[in-house]
Structure formats: structure tokens, C-alpha cells
């Protein structure tokens, strides 16, 4: 199951505003993902957010296409409350309020994945 790392810049010295807007987020009410028609193309299985000084990392976990949880998450009324409340604390503004924008933003945000292990696909070495 794959992980994606978003990236954020963030202003320096917010890092304690920063976790309380996130301290109070709570998860999507159903972890499904969904393509137009209805049909399940996937799960967010978890997300996770780090920070320091001036970089911010949400990381998140899924099954499927990212292309279709990156969708998912941009219709999520949660999301865009917490884009809204992060907006004066990131160096650099970006469009998320459409899904075009905020779909956008994902795949420029997206960090370069070199290396994912897990006990299911890479048995340890003896």
C-alpha cells in the first residue's frame, strides 16, 4: 500500500499555530474512494503531518490511484477549511479552491518517492 508526501513551505516560526489548526482536523467520514460513477477505486488508509522550521509534510497513505484520492480529498469540505486556515502561514500562495487548483497543487506538491518497504512486499534480510 503506497504512501505520498505532500510538501508545504511554510512561514518560519508558525510551527505551533500550525499544529493547532491541525489538531482539531478529523478524518474523512468514509475512508472509500470513489471514481464519478460511484464505482471504489481506492481507500485512504491514514495521513500524517510533520514540520519543521519552514517545510511541512503531510504524508498520506492509500490504496488505488493517487489520481483519485487527490479528487477525493479535494471535495472534502474538511480539507478546503483546513487549506483556508493554513493560507496566512505558507510562503507561497496557491489556488485550492477549485478542484482543478487543488489537484494542481497535489502533483507539483508531490514528492519524488525513492524508497517504500513494507513486511508484505520485501522480506527481510537474514
Do not use: W
Amino acid at each position: 500500500m503506497p504512501y505520498a508526501a505532500i510538501t508545504y513551505n511554510v512561514k518560519p516560526g508558525h510551527e505551533e499555530e500550525i499544529a493547532e489548526i491541525f489538531a482539531n482536523f478529523q478524518r474523512v467520514s468514509s475512508p472509500a474512494v470513489r471514481d464519478q460513477d460511484g464505482a471504489a477505486v481506492g481507500k485512504l488508509l491514514g495521513t500524517a503531518v510533520f514540520i519543521k522550521d519552514t517545510v511541512m509534510v503531510r504524508v498520506i497513505h492509500y490504496e488505488g490511484d493517487f489520481a483519485h484520492i487527490a479528487r477525493t480529498m479535494a471535495a472534502q469540505k474538511g480539507v478546503h477549511d483546513i487549506e483556508d486556515k493554513l493560507a496566512p502561514f505558507l510562503a507561497e500562495q496557491r489556488e485550492t479552491v477549485t478542484a482543478e487548483g487543488f489537484g494542481a497543487y497535489f502533483r507539483n506538491a508531490t514528492m519524488r518517492c525513492i524508497s517504500q518497504l513494507s513486511v508484505d512486499t520485501l522480506p527481510a534480510r537474514a
